[in-house]
């Protein structure tokens, strides 16, 4: 047979020569050979023979000093770098005295793991530093916060979310133990506002809000749609560096000024009801203990030795600080006082930062919205079983949106962004108002119950918010003489007419809850906590001091009763007792001040005025029980009682309230036994030199002056065996000889 085609063109090919192509090289022959090598080191450090291993140096179970496990950081291994952190502190908990050598190293070989790509690296140093920076001081990390905050506001903007998750809890660790250092710089350029841009990249809410003019613009470069218990994460972190941030920054809403705390209730709305801020400080004052005092006092003495350097004022005075009091020291700077104590320069700032507040609950409203309509349905069905993501969810938005508006609409911000603040938080309560009160039918779960009844108040105190924004308006419209701008809020304004249906339901939730009843019918009272009381007072003010010229609130008077009632049946023993009478207390007092100028008056209602004599006739039993166990709460009462004696108030000025005093005053100086005869009451238990003891002779004084010449021989018997022997009893004589004349 012919030999085929195929086998000529092979025989052909070994003695045809090839042709060479543009762009191509020369093609080696057949029987060519590659002398090319590769060759690869191998790195020992720890076997080397230059390195002197020392065998005094603590380690691990696995043979490893702090020197390796730096190494190990650094491995391409993921299980290696877990091992290494793992590592750490097992070397630590035997040797705890490391850290004061090698913490700064340890700071630079974990920062590095933080935006680690691979999860069980990044829980693991979560773990570690969940385990190390508690037992280390604040002082002592703070110098390391910068590092540590740069690598996390890296991993915040990482391309993948799960990075950017972990960054969040990182921050949720530093927010616990070094908040100052995550949240400086948040209003102008350092780490919190990058932190802050953090947050609004992950949301996809925009990071410009900064800007005073334009639509809110996205800045993420990945968005991505995130979990719920991913999204619950970042909410929940972002509600507690808000809170740290307007909690640090002293003065950014009114109730945050220049004067010392004066008790345990935080009354800025009572503020708004005082021509001047020095007349609320100075009522405020009333309330002062001498335990709470922030100012140091010094006893009178005729020869002072020099030497003994007691020369403290009792107060502080910034004008007479250095260098303001100069050798340049003019008169012109004299007249400028104000802008030298640089009060001028202080509010300038607070309402620059009031505004970027706002300005940031706007950029926010449509997330908190958004993530709200995505959990109401599912939380809120009254026979359902929602989970703990949705309802925490919940919460979150309710928590950012509490803080936000508080300061925005307590700030003295232009009316403009008031009025913006004001219709954005009207529709975000919108969509809440249908389900509130907030409760669920059958749930047994305690979890729920709590995060239901912080809705309820944070639904509440928002509520408060617009009534006291809305009053204040109308208070500013009224002294300008447009009453028919304000006769035509009730009938035009969609904010006053949604208000009076959320009034309404505040008012009888506030109700429930005073009274100890259930707020549904599946559910048991609960007992207030005091910062839940302390929560409610907004509310309650509002309800109370309400112009009635816009929205008709017929449950002000029951709204009063309530809180009455509930001071009076909560037991002295409750850390809810001084809360309770320092409220009342103060609703009485305002009465009679001349410079309030608010619309609550207790006067109109008479049967306030008569739950106010039971009220005010009840406080010796509280004093007597309290006692020398809580000095301020005793001091409280006794300051109270003595100021509206004094003052004549129409809450005592009756023979039946002075004639109850005085008789249920008599045990708390000396107590009649049937068995065991006289014994001292709680006076005597009141530490020597305090001065509760001579405000309780002042009380005692002032009843007894208050009555007929030798009634209320039981009390005065009572004063005189108790302070017998005692550095008080002359100071009681001198007092009753004053009294009587």
């Keep these: 047979m012919p030999k085929s085609a195929k086998k000529r063109r092979d025989k052909a090919a070994d003695f045809t020569k090839s042709k060479l192509k543009l762009g191509k090289g020369k093609q080696l022959p057949s029987n060519a050979i590659d002398t090319s090598f590769k060759a690869r080191s191998i790195v020992l450090p720890s076997q080397s023979?230059?390195?002197e291993k020392n065998d005094d140096a603590p380690t691990t179970k696995r043979q490893l000093s702090f020197d390796d496990l730096v190494s190990h950081t650094?491995?391409?291994?993921?299980?290696?770098?877990?091992?290494?952190?793992?590592?750490?502190?097992?070397?630590?908990?035997?040797?705890?005295?490391?850290?004061?050598?090698?913490?700064?190293?340890l700071i630079n070989a974990c920062v590095r793991l933080i935006g680690d790509e691979d999860a069980s690296v990044r829980r693991a140093l979560l773990t570690f530093f969940s385990w190390l920076l508690p037992r280390?001081?604040?002082?002592?990390?703070?110098?390391?916060?910068?590092?540590?905050?740069?690598?996390?506001?890296?991993?915040?903007?990482?391309?993948?979310?799960e990075i950017r998750i972990d960054a969040i809890r990182f921050l949720d660790l530093f927010l616990e133990h070094i908040p100052r250092a995550v949240t400086v710089g948040w209003d102008f350029n350092g780490h919190g506002s990058r932190v802050l841009e953090g947050y609004l990249g992950i949301l996809n809410a925009g990071t410009k809000f900064g800007e005073a003019d334009g639509p809110v613009q996205a800045t993420s470069t990945a968005s991505v749609v995130l979990t719920p218990a991913s999204k619950l994460v970042v909410l929940h972190s972002l509600s507690m560096f808000l809170q740290t941030c307007l909690s640090?920054?002293?003065?950014?809403?009114?109730?945050?000024?220049h004067h010392p705390p004066s008790s345990l209730l935080n009354t800025w709305f009572l503020l708004p009801s005082f021509a001047r801020p020095g007349d609320y400080y100075s009522f405020e004052q009333i309330f002062q203990t001498s335990q709470s005092s922030t100012y140091n006092c010094c006893q009178w003495r005729e020869n002072v030795d020099p030497e003994d350097n007691e020369d403290d004022f009792p107060g502080t005075?910034?004008?007479?600080?250095?260098?303001?009091?100069?050798?340049?020291?003019?008169?012109?700077?004299?007249?400028?006082?104000?802008?030298?104590?640089?009060?001028?320069e202080y509010d300038a700032v607070n309402d620059h930062k009031a505004e970027l507040v706002a300005r940031l609950a706007r950029t926010?409203?449509?997330?908190?919205?958004?993530?709200?309509?995505?959990?109401?349905?599912?939380?809120?069905?009254p026979s359902g079983n929602p989970s703990e993501t949705q309802v925490q969810l919940v919460l979150a938005v309710g928590q950012i949106a509490r803080t936000l508006y508080n300061v925005v609409l307590q700030a003295s911000t232009s009316s403009k962004a008031k009025s913006t603040a004001s219709?954005?938080?009207?529709?975000?309560?919108?969509?809440?108002?249908?389900?509130?009160?907030?409760?669920?039918?059958?749930?047994?779960?305690?979890?729920?119950?709590?995060?239901?009844?912080?809705?309820?108040?944070?639904?509440?105190?928002?509520?408060?918010?617009l009534v006291l924004t809305s009053n204040a308006e109308i208070s500013r419209l009224t002294s300008r003489g447009k009453a028919r701008q304000v006769n035509s809020l009730a009938s035009g304004n969609k904010l006053y007419n949604s208000l009076s249906i959320q009034i309404e339901?505040?008012?009888?939730?506030?109700?429930?809850?005073?009274?100890?009843?259930?707020?549904?019918?599946?559910?048991?009272?609960?007992?207030?906590?005091?910062?839940?009381?302390?929560?409610?007072?907004?509310?309650?003010?509002?309800?109370?001091?309400?112009?009635?010229?816009?929205?008709?609130?017929?449950?002000?008077?029951?709204?009063?009763?309530?809180?009455?009632?509930?001071?009076?049946?909560?037991?002295?023993?409750?850390?809810?007792?001084?809360?309770?009478?320092?409220?009342?207390?103060?609703?009485?007092?305002?009465?009679?001040?001349?410079?309030?100028?608010?619309?609550?008056?207790?006067?109109?209602?008479?049967?306030?005025?008569?739950?106010?004599?039971?009220?005010?006739?009840?406080?010796?039993?509280?004093?007597?029980?309290?006692?020398?166990?809580?000095?301020?709460?005793?001091?409280?009462?006794?300051?109270?009682?003595?100021?509206?004696?004094?003052?004549?108030?129409?809450?005592?000025?009756?023979s039946t309230t002075i004639t109850a005093l005085r008789a249920k005053l008599v045990p708390f100086f000396t107590v009649n036994h049937a068995v065991r005869g006289q014994l001292p009451g709680p006076y005597n238990k009141i530490p020597i030199g305090s001065p509760l003891r001579r405000l309780t002779l002042d009380l005692a004084a002032t009843l007894l002056s208050a009555t007929d010449a030798g009634i209320g021989g039981e009390l005065r018997v009572a004063v005189d065996l108790a302070v017998v022997g005692s550095e008080e009893q002359e100071y009681w004589v001198q007092i009753q000889d004053i009294a009587v004349k």
């Design 49 to 51: 023979i230059a390195h």
């Design 74 to 105: 650094k491995h391409y291994s993921s299980s290696m770098r877990k091992d290494a952190i793992v590592g750490f502190r097992e070397l630590l908990e035997a040797n705890w005295e490391l850290l004061d050598s090698y913490f700064t190293a």
């Design 136 to 161: 280390i001081p604040q002082s002592d990390i703070m110098p390391h916060a910068p590092l540590l905050l740069l690598f996390t506001t890296s991993a915040q903007t990482h391309i993948f979310p």
């Design 248 to 257: 640090n920054d002293i003065g950014l809403s009114t109730s945050a000024s």
């Design 317 to 344: 005075f910034t004008a007479a600080e250095t260098p303001i009091l100069s050798d340049d020291f003019t008169l012109q700077k004299l007249a400028d006082i104000s802008d030298v104590t640089g009060s001028s």
């Design 364 to 381: 926010l409203q449509s997330t908190l919205i958004a993530t709200f309509l995505d959990c109401a349905p599912s939380v809120f069905m």
């Design 423 to 465: 219709d954005d938080l009207n529709t975000f309560l919108g969509y809440m108002t249908p389900y509130f009160p907030f409760s669920l039918l059958g749930t047994k779960d305690v979890k729920v119950e709590q995060a239901f009844q912080e809705l309820n108040l944070i639904f509440s105190e928002l509520t408060s918010l």
């Design 505 to 654: 339901r505040v008012s009888n939730y506030i109700l429930q809850l005073l009274s100890g009843g259930p707020i549904s019918g599946s559910q048991l009272g609960r007992t207030l906590t005091p910062a839940a009381y302390a929560s409610l007072l907004p509310v309650v003010w509002a309800l109370l001091n309400n112009t009635g010229s816009v929205y008709q609130c017929s449950t002000s008077s029951a709204i009063l009763n309530a809180v009455i009632s509930h001071s009076m049946k909560t037991s002295s023993k409750s850390a809810l007792k001084r809360l309770t009478i320092e409220f009342v207390a103060r609703l009485v007092l305002l009465s009679t001040d001349p410079r309030y100028h608010g619309h609550f008056q207790l006067n109109n209602d008479l049967t306030g005025v008569a739950k106010v004599h039971e009220w005010v006739s009840h406080l010796p039993q509280p004093l007597w029980e309290i006692g020398a166990s809580n000095l301020p709460a005793s001091e409280i009462i006794t300051r109270f009682l003595l100021r509206i004696l004094q003052q004549k108030s129409q809450a005592v000025h009756v």
